[in-house]
């Protein structure tokens, strides 16, 4: 009997042939750079970056106008009040996110052997970077209890549904569908180049925190932000399709990491900053709870757009008043804080914002028998989202072995990260200066013990 025909059969001398020609030639690696430097001649300039090169069309991408809200929302909303710095932009933000995913694709070009790039996967990945937050507005991730929609969706959605923005999107010569699927994870793909860039701009050591923890202790005037980020893009390798990096950088991972623990602990989760964000929160829970805003007034605004839409439903809700003392910097105050303890009373009533209003309820009942003009929505509970401090990033040995980080490899270890999140996580209650704080333990103690 003949043999079955082979499938796929290829002359082997050929095969080696092929595979020879690939190795030593260096076309993938400098059509990479070619594209990644060719008609870069606008420079736009970053107090941060310095030089930000861009091509004149994805310059005019920035100029359109839902890429311009972000030049009018604050990257840490209201941490000014407390660091006065603190001014800085969504847009300066995503332009410097662009820059740095620039940077990782020049790195892994000059590093790897080969890159299963396409000239459309880089500029889409690009252009992810820079509009990775166009679907934000105020106080996005101070809402994620409520029933809302994440930033990320509704920035695919834009990118998919909003004409002059695709337009723009595709004369940078990046395609509307791999870019938001870059963006939204929700939104299924099985090519694996989009995959890749979705996990660089996602990942332990993605652009997106490696700009906004530098630019924001900079902007501060804090150091802890700050990043030796030449050194860590450079140890950058791509490796069985994915971003891995040398292991000599394991301690510039643990540095983000610490960074990123100072960064909560001295800005983002300050409590003053806390207060104010707490003050808001309550403010559009109430109104929303009233039927006077509806979640969708709310995608799409600047931080003037969102101010104005609660000051103008304030005659018919008090609670909107807080918005204004935020304005003005007249912040409640902590009179109790405790570590966050996950079996405890007020974390889980607290879980869910009616059960957590009826304990605020019924601790402005009891301390507005001794301070009558208390008003109910001066009294707010505050129990902070987990942080997490995991890493997932492969490390690339001496001997060019690919492995997992692993606790032993690093000081984050999950026992550490478990302290670390122990010590930023407080849940507090915020009242006027006036409230005496032994009032207050005693009103938020009786929840406590029952």
């Known amino acids: 009997m003949?043999?079955?025909?082979?499938?796929?059969?290829?002359?082997?001398?050929?095969?080696?042939?092929?595979?020879?020609?690939?190795?030593?030639?260096?076309?993938?690696?400098?059509?990479?750079?070619?594209?990644?430097?060719?008609?870069?001649?606008?420079?736009?300039?970053?107090?941060?970056?310095?030089?930000?090169?861009?091509?004149?069309?994805?310059k005019a991408l920035t100029e359109v106008d839902d890429v311009q809200k972000l030049a009018r929302i604050k990257q840490n909303g209201p941490t000014y009040h407390i660091y006065p710095g603190s001014v800085h932009t969504r847009l300066s933000h995503s332009m410097g996110v662009y820059h740095l995913g620039r940077q990782i694709l020049l790195s892994l070009s000059k590093k790897s052997e080969e890159l299963p790039f396409t000239e459309k996967g880089m500029m889409s990945f690009l252009v992810a970077c820079l509009l990775h937050d166009i679907g934000h507005f105020p106080y996005a991730h101070s809402l994620k209890e409520l029933a809302i929609r994440d930033h990320e969706e509704l920035a695919g959605e834009m990118i998919l549904e909003r004409e002059e923005l695709g337009k723009a999107v595709e004369n940078t010569g990046a395609d509307r569908e791999m870019t938001a699927?870059?963006?939204?994870?929700?939104?299924?793909?099985?090519?694996?180049?989009?995959?890749?860039?979705?996990?660089?701009?996602?990942?332990?050591?993605?652009?997106?925190?490696?700009?906004?923890?530098s630019r924001d202790g900079f902007f501060a005037g804090v150091p802890y932000g700050k990043q030796d980020t030449d050194f860590i893009i450079s140890s950058f390798a791509y490796r069985n399709s994915r971003l891995c990096i040398d292991k000599a950088a394991i301690s510039s991972v643990e540095q983000i990491l610490f960074s990123k623990y100072m960064m909560y602990r001295t800005i983002y989760w300050h409590k003053g900053v806390r207060s104010a964000t707490a003050m808001i929160k309550k403010a559009l829970i109430t109104a929303l709870?009233?039927?006077?805003?509806?979640?969708?007034?709310?995608?799409?605004?600047?931080?003037?757009?969102?101010?104005?839409?609660?000051?103008?439903?304030?005659?018919?809700?008090?609670?909107?008043?807080?918005?204004?003392?935020?304005?003005?910097?007249?912040?409640?105050?902590?009179?109790?804080?405790?570590?966050?303890?996950?079996?405890?009373?007020?974390?889980n009533r607290g879980r869910k914002p009616e059960e957590r209003e009826d304990m605020e309820n019924f601790i402005w009942k009891e301390l507005s028998q001794t301070y009558p003009s208390l008003k109910k929505w001066e009294v707010i509970i505050d129990i902070p989202e987990p942080i997490s401090f995991e890493t997932h990033i492969s490390v690339v040995t001496e001997e060019g072995k690919v492995e997992d980080i692993n606790d032993s490899d690093m000081i984050f270890s999950g026992k550490v990260s478990s302290l670390f999140q122990k010590s930023l996580r407080k849940v507090a209650l915020y009242a006027p200066s006036y409230i005496k704080e032994d009032d207050a333990w005693k009103a938020m103690g009786e929840i406590i013990h029952g």
């Open 2 to 58: 003949d043999k079955p025909e082979a499938k796929h059969s290829f002359p082997f001398p050929l095969l080696l042939s092929f595979l020879f020609l690939c190795y030593i030639n260096p076309m993938e690696r400098t059509k990479a750079q070619n594209i990644l430097n060719e008609g870069f001649v606008h420079t736009v300039k970053d107090p941060l970056w310095q030089n930000i090169p861009m091509t004149k069309e994805i």
């Open 181 to 213: 699927a870059i963006i939204d994870k929700d939104l299924l793909t099985s090519d694996d180049e989009t995959l890749f860039y979705r996990n660089v701009l996602s990942g332990t050591l993605d652009p997106d925190k490696l700009d906004y923890l």
């Open 289 to 347: 709870k009233e039927g006077l805003i509806e979640f969708d007034e709310l995608y799409g605004l600047d931080d003037n757009e969102f101010v104005l839409l609660l000051k103008s439903r304030k005659e018919k809700c008090q609670a909107l008043e807080m918005v204004e003392e935020v304005e003005h910097n007249h912040l409640l105050e902590r009179k109790v804080y405790k570590d966050y303890d996950s079996s405890g009373v007020i974390e």
